[in-house]
């Protein structure tokens, strides 16, 4: 609007010099002026028109993923430092770093059973910035067991890849005095509520194989969660508790230092880390078999060719031969599925442990 007003008042300079009145070479200096004016007008307004166009350019090429990633991008894990997710995500980061041109950049945010962190993804801008690195229990079955959980793992998230699956290994404390899973069970009936067992977080792999177990045996512990494998590793040192079910990743070194006894694996067949360590179906309670994993979500409404980028991306990585070898090296087996394979597989797990969850009346606040 100033513009226009300083044109109008040139414009009736003009028209006082056209009558012939002052002198010349002022004339003309205001003329010269009046001109330069009208051709920054035009400068502005030949930008502002532009502009649609751009922001147009900008908003096809987020919504394409063809430049992604151009700045750093945050991975989210939900639990501790040293847990397994953690240990997953910063592998992970370190070799998309490498391949993408861009920092990947893990950011520790545990608590709630892995719920903090998984809900600071799903409140994320849908631009494939802020992804998320976790597990069953804030990507499936927490919804079940906290009232308030704040959102909805299957509408405000976009599942990218399954990444990797492991067995739980249920490890006792040596001062239990037990060397098996039998001896185990038989000490819990004798002592109902008299001992403790750890988990990674509610609703996780770790706390519901254990649930699992006390229905299946007819025995019963006391839980104590953890923000994750290393907190519910050192409550077992301390004696805190006295058993968890955990990935190998988190308790190999504790076994083979004789710190921790193994007593049975979730798997469908044994360990080849653990081969005289028996499967639950070997010991006569086939229900038993829990598989841990970890997947790689973002936002919803992420737009679908970006979630494509960012998968092929992911599955890159995650194929990588020296990335697999320093997962085998934690216990881990990539997976690297497709989206909509790991939705289902969501999916089925939720199916899976819905009918446990409800069966034994777990509710967390």
């Known amino acids: 609007m100033a513009e226009a007003v300083s044109?109008?008042?040139?414009?009736?300079?003009g028209a006082s010099l056209r009558g012939g009145a002052g002198p010349a070479l002022p004339r003309r200096r205001a003329l010269a002026a009046a001109l330069r004016g009208v051709g920054e007008l035009l400068s502005v307004g030949a930008g502002l028109a532009a502009m649609p166009a751009a922001w147009a350019q900008a908003s096809s090429s987020g919504a394409t993923g063809a430049d992604w990633p151009a700045r750093p991008v945050k991975l989210v894990t939900p639990f501790a430092p040293g847990s397994t997710p953690d240990i997953l995500?910063?592998?992970l980061a370190e070799r998309l770093t490498a391949a993408q041109g861009q920092p990947f950049v893990v950011e520790n945010r545990p608590g709630a059973g892995g719920n903090i962190g998984t809900?600071?993804?799903?409140?994320a801008a849908p631009d494939g910035?802020?992804?998320?690195?976790?597990?069953?229990?804030?990507?499936?079955?927490?919804?079940?067991?906290?009232?308030?959980?704040?959102?909805?793992?299957?509408?405000?998230?976009?599942?990218?890849?399954?990444a990797a699956t492991q067995p739980n290994v249920v490890v006792v404390s040596p001062s239990l005095g037990v060397r098996d899973a039998g001896g185990l069970f038989d000490l819990l009936r004798r002592n109902p509520g008299r001992y403790n067992y750890a988990s990674v977080g509610g609703g996780?792999?770790?706390?519901l194989s254990m649930e699992l177990i006390k229905a299946r045996t007819r025995t019963y512990a006391v839980h104590i969660p953890y923000n994750g494998s290393p907190a519910a590793v050192t409550s077992m040192l301390s004696g805190d508790t006295q058993m968890a079910s955990l990935a190998p990743a988190a308790v190999m070194g504790q076994i083979r230092a004789g710190k921790l006894v193994p007593v049975a694996v979730t798997s469908a067949q044994r360990s080849p880390d653990l081969p005289d360590v028996p499967t639950f179906k070997e010991i006569g309670i086939p229900e038993v078999e829990a598989?841990?994993?970890?997947?790689i979500v973002g936002p919803?409404?992420?737009?679908?060719?970006?979630v494509e980028r960012i998968h092929r991306a992911m599955v890159a990585a995650l194929k990588d031969p020296a990335l697999v070898d320093k997962l085998r090296g934690q216990y881990m087996d990539v997976v690297g599925?497709?989206?909509?394979?790991?939705?289902?597989?969501?999916?089925a797990e939720f199916q899976r442990w819905k009918p446990i969850i409800e069966r034994a009346g777990i509710q967390l606040d």
């Open 7 to 13: 044109l109008r008042g040139v414009a009736a300079g």
């Open 89 to 91: 995500a910063r592998l």
């Open 119 to 123: 809900l600071a993804v799903a409140r």
């Open 129 to 162: 910035y802020t992804l998320g690195v976790s597990i069953t229990g804030p990507l499936v079955n927490n919804v079940l067991l906290y009232p308030k959980l704040g959102y909805d793992p299957f509408t405000d998230l976009t599942p990218i890849t399954l």
């Open 204 to 207: 996780t792999v770790s706390h």
């Open 291 to 295: 598989t841990a994993w970890i997947g």
């Open 300 to 306: 919803a409404r992420l737009p679908a060719p970006l």
């Open 337 to 347: 599925s497709t989206p909509s394979e790991f939705a289902s597989f969501m999916q």
